[in-house]
């Protein structure tokens, strides 16, 4: 299974941006979808996650502001982030369970002060 990030970009604090993530696999089929970033020096984290039937779950520092969703039909996986900070800044990844674990290729989020 591969999996395709996008819509990573430069955007203002208190802007947003939405990123997607394609899937060669059927994202129906997947027990878990989700999303994790990695700022520069510190280790990967979790975002948020979204299961087969649709439940979101959020990190603390972006409830609130970030909404995954997930098209099945489309086999893509979005993040739409709203009031968007500087300590967002990351290179997003997403991330596929299909009881195997697939990531996708991660895109880069900047935010400016």
């Known amino acids: 299974v591969q999996l395709q990030a996008s819509g990573g970009g430069l955007a203002q604090a208190g802007g947003s941006l939405r990123l997607s993530c394609t899937t060669s696999?059927?994202?129906?089929?997947?027990?878990?979808m989700g999303w994790y970033r990695q700022a520069p020096g510190k280790e990967r984290e979790w975002v948020a996650s979204?299961?087969?039937?649709?439940?979101?779950d959020y990190a603390d520092s972006v409830k609130g502001r970030f909404t995954i969703s997930k098209n099945n039909a489309k086999n893509t996986l979005y993040l739409q982030m709203n009031s968007l900070k500087p300590e967002d800044t990351a290179v997003y990844y997403c991330?596929?369970?299909?009881?195997?674990?697939?990531w996708g290729q991660g895109t880069l989020v900047t935010v400016s002060s």
């Open positions: 991330k596929g369970n299909w009881g195997y674990i697939y």
């Open positions: 696999g059927s994202i129906g089929g997947a027990r878990v």
């Open positions: 979204i299961t087969a039937a649709g439940t979101p």
